[in-house]
């Protein structure tokens, strides 16, 4: 074996071209697709409840996180029935994207 595939933390995924995590907080989604499975990327935010004793005109805090959406191919993403996407949501941060990252791997090798 390469030292290249010793070192490889992911069997189909590429880690040349995943973007950092970073790149998401820009509001970009990240697609690709392999085995007959398309896929998102992307980082979501929502408000967070306040406190019961919050000071009145107080703002929510917001929430960031990951999503991943997969779906088969040969459709875009705008065109597919939404029944045929599934979506599964991360927390935000290094160690959440990395097991993304490995769950996108995993579903990939599926047939």
């Known amino acids: 074996m390469s030292g290249e595939s010793e ?24 697609t690709g697709s392999g085995n007959g499975k398309r896929y998102r990327i992307n980082m979501g935010k929502r408000e967070l409840p306040l406190p019961a004793d919050a000071p009145e005109g107080t703002k929510p805090p917001m929430e960031k996180y990951l999503t991943l959406e997969m779906w088969p191919e040969p459709y875009a993403y705008d065109v597919t029935d939404p029944g045929n996407i599934t979506l599964t949501e991360y927390p935000f941060g290094e160690e959440a994207y990395e097991r993304l990252l490995s769950d996108l791997d995993a579903e990939l090798k599926k047939n």
């Open 7 to 30: 070192n490889r933390k992911y069997e189909v995924l590429d880690e040349s071209v995943l973007m950092p995590l970073n790149y998401f907080t820009y509001g970009q989604a990240y």
